[in-house]
């Protein structure tokens, strides 16, 4: 039987790590990392777990140490939040490189600057092509199951890859809610011991890791290291399905809610997509046949499916909770985009930039949205396709 | 090339499937299968008539080219020595000199 509790986001994931009981967490345990790692050394220190904790004296340091013992052959995870993700960029590109399945908890978190606390995605979005696989969870529930699937999803050995789970700053990571975990056993039988084929402490094989890498072999490595990416489609399909088994809860790429025979659409990531669910509801209770798609896997990005899901509809509207500064568009929007040219190129489409730095998303906005993609889909004429959703101006 | 068993040989011609992943090296001291003696610009040349075997020159080289055996220095490999001069520099004996490659 599943366990009923009410625990904040920081808190489920701190437990889903106790449950998971890494053999390394290397982790800043002051801002702007995160309380997770305050709760999983209080587990630490009440002997509730056998990892080795490494309070390290920046995130540049966490992300090194767990390379360090994650290349020495221990499953090792870590957490962090907005600056402190960014002052780990160099070492989340090596981790990938060296095709080691880290796990990373990111808190999102505005980028500074102006300096700034509150929740945006450009924390998580700036780190979209360091070659980490990225989940995204809506809510404490979700950051929970994707902490535990994320383990068995990096360590697959057609994957090798670190994974990043990525949940809304404050919303999701402060906020109580009713959670259903697992038992103890269940989440150590489904994580499995790690056995990695090549380690640092294995003794009679010994191996050189992160070696000079130039012109001869380098472009391979990077062509086997975008493999692993291409084969982490199956690997998190595969793994969903067996969680599934287990938790009863159902996880893909993406969560399509009301979509079927939906004419406007939206997408979106994060806590948003609670909001926006009910907006949802609210709209097919008048007669609008609204409907919406939530991201879970951004990287790898699911293309085809993602683009065939869209196809179908009169107007859609991607949100970004970040900009990427290319002018033309948040992240999320341009990979959508990007899918839509071969799988939905007749769909209009339109982009929001929206709730950057912790400013508060009502249903009203996102009312909003869909009443710019009912005028949309009447007309097929999209005005501006690159804003920023109830700014001031 | 060594003849040590090696796990992976790297060569030029190696694809990414065969590749291990990562840049991980599965061999300790495979650095001795690729000739790093084309980078030389300069070149060492020992002189035996004038070599005390005083042993100086052996343990400063970064690329273990000096050559002994049974305790005396037999020559220089030049399929590793990227030509630093360190070893003449450590010689007091004028027994090795550093001369232009394309001489």
């Not at chain 1, 590109?93 to 880290?102: F, G, K, N, Q, V």
């Not at chain 2, 305790?71 to 399929?79: A, E, L, P, V």
């Amino acid at each position: 039987m599943a366990i009923r509790d009410k625990l904040s986001g920081n808190e489920a994931v701190a437990v889903a790590m106790r449950q998971i009981d890494p053999d390394v967490v290397a982790a800043f345990p002051i801002t702007p990392s995160t309380e997770v790692p305050q709760y999983f050394s209080q587990f630490v220190a009440d002997g509730k777990v056998h990892t080795e904790f490494v309070p390290v004296e920046s995130e540049h340091s966490a992300m090194s140490a767990c390379i360090g013992s994650e290349s020495a052959g221990g499953r090792t995870m870590t957490a962090t939040s907005a600056n402190g993700l960014a002052l780990m960029w160099e070492m989340l590109y090596i981790a990938a490189s060296s095709r080691l399945p880290i796990v990373l908890s990111v808190v999102n978190r505005a980028l500074s600057g102006p300096i700034n606390i509150h929740n945006d995605h450009s924390d998580s979005m700036g780190a979209r092509d360091s070659g980490w696989i990225q989940l995204y969870c809506e809510d404490n529930q979700e950051a929970y199951d994707n902490v535990i699937q994320a383990i068995r999803i990096g360590e697959h050995p057609d994957v090798n890859l670190p994974v990043m789970v990525c949940f809304d700053g404050f919303i999701t990571s402060h906020s109580v809610e009713n959670i259903e975990l697992l038992e103890d056993d269940k989440v150590k039988n489904f994580v499995g011991s790690y056995h990695p084929k090549e380690y640092l402490l294995k003794r009679e094989t010994p191996i050189a890791v992160g070696p000079l890498d130039l012109q001869p072999h380098y472009f391979e490595h990077k062509r086997s290291q975008a493999e692993g990416m291409t084969n982490s489609k199956k690997v998190i399909l595969d793994v969903a399905k067996e969680f599934q088994k287990m938790a009863g809860r159902e996880y893909g790429f993406f969560e399509e809610y009301r979509m079927d025979d939906a004419e406007v659409g939206i997408i979106v990531l994060n806590s948003t997509a609670g909001t926006a669910k009910t907006v949802v509801d609210d709209l097919r209770d008048k007669g609008v046949k609204a409907g919406l798609i939530k991201i879970r896997v951004f990287r790898p990005f699911p293309f085809e499916e993602l683009g065939k899901a869209v196809s179908g509809l009169k107007a859609l509207a991607v949100m970004d909770k970040s900009d990427g500064f290319a002018a033309m568009g948040g992240p999320v929007f341009n990979d959508v985009r990007s899918a839509m040219f071969d799988y939905a190129k007749d769909v209009p489409c339109i982009n929001y930039i929206y709730g950057l730095g912790g400013r508060d998303v009502r249903a009203d906005d996102i009312a909003k949205v869909y009443a710019d993609l009912g005028k949309i889909a009447e007309t097929g004429k999209v005005k501006s396709t690159f804003n920023y959703l109830g700014v001031r101006e | 090339m060594s003849d040590k068993k090696r796990r992976f040989v790297f060569t030029p011609e190696s694809t990414w499937e065969e590749m291990p992943e990562g840049g991980l090296i599965l061999d300790a001291g495979n650095a001795d299968d690729f000739l790093t003696g084309d980078w030389r610009n300069i070149k060492p040349i020992w002189h035996e008539d004038k070599c005390k075997q005083c042993m100086l020159c052996y343990p400063v080289c970064p690329d273990s080219s000096i050559e002994v055996e049974d305790g005396k220095m037999t020559g220089i490999d030049y399929d590793h020595c990227k030509g630093c001069g360190v070893c003449a520099h450590a010689c007091k004996f004028g027994a090795i000199d550093m001369v232009d490659e394309a001489e």
